[in-house]
């Protein structure tokens, strides 16, 4: 994007250049020579006014990447124990640090293995919240943990899970839970995988599998060294340095506090201060804490955080931009709503005239 003139940005709207200026002009931004770079912030908003999408692409053309955690999600048939696996694992993670600080429930945490790696877990199970967060295009998660209880085998959402991540093009570790029982069957658990058509690691596939037991906490540390493994293969890296792009896990009401946002940084990184953009809400970040609660000023990539300063409550999924001053938080944010509006007057009209159809 970098280095856009208004110029360019009237070719690719198809609006004239006069127009485009006087809109700059009306949100009160410096109308220079119409071969002026314009930020990505104003292409945004101007292009908002004339009704065209602009998408944000980052380049991180010449960017140092670094190795960055995995983002992974827990996914499975009910009561096969996501839950339980989570509170395991949230439990391994809190122990790990012996920080003895209260653990709060973000909607995700991070274990810290002692070789120094960590692994970053959503801690909202379920197929809804993954599908949702795709939906609105935060494809965060990296690897999904499919849980199937080793007394009950295959069921409907395990082949739902599946389909998810096979669409989403995420790669699957597959935890055989419940391993502790009397009546486990794991290895029929793997042939009906297998059937399914899970290229299994055993099978000559890349799916790795592991045993193990919510309950008594066996099998968790090959867990996350399966995940870690995967990680590897995948090569996960993010650009450290510049402007952050996150998004919203989780976003609550703290009576005291206000809108907490609970985020995963994609790319650069996130310091208090700064102007941000969150869907159509904005606000000025004035403190980030660590899963463990501590202050910090700053947030890198993979590592989730809670923000604070939020003017409203955004939704899960939501992205965040940084933007370079208040005046521009407030109209990017105030375009985007007006956008969402009027998308919602559209379908409402639409609607509308479905009705009137069937009944002309
Ligand atoms: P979810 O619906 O997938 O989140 O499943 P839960 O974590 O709520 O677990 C469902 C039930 O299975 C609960 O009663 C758990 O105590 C039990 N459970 C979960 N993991 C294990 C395990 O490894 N062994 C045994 N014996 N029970 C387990
Ligand atoms: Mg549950």
Redesign the pocket.
Known sequence: FEGMTVVELAKRTGSSVRSLQEIMASVGEKVGSEFDPITIDVAELVSTEVGVNVKRLHSEEGAILKPRPPVVTVM????????????ALRKTAVAAKEAGGITQHLGAFVVSMPSGASITFLDT?GHAAFTAMRARGAAVTDIVTL?V?A?DGVMPQTLEAMSHAKEANVPVVVAI?????PGADPERVRIQLGSEGLPLEDLGGDVQVVE?????G?GLDKLEEALLLQAELMDLKARVDGPAQAYVVEARVDRGRGPLVTAIVKSGTLSVGQYIVVGAEWGRIRAIRDTLGRATELAGPAIPVEIEGMKGLPMAGDDITVVGSEERARMLSQGRRKKLEQGRLERMSQENQEICAEEG
């Not at 048939?77 to 989570?86: A, N, Q």
């Open positions: 499975g048939h009910v009561d096969h124990g996501k839950t339980s696996l989570l509170d199970p849980v209880a007394d839970n419940k391993c502790d029982k193990i037991s919510a309950l008594t066996t």
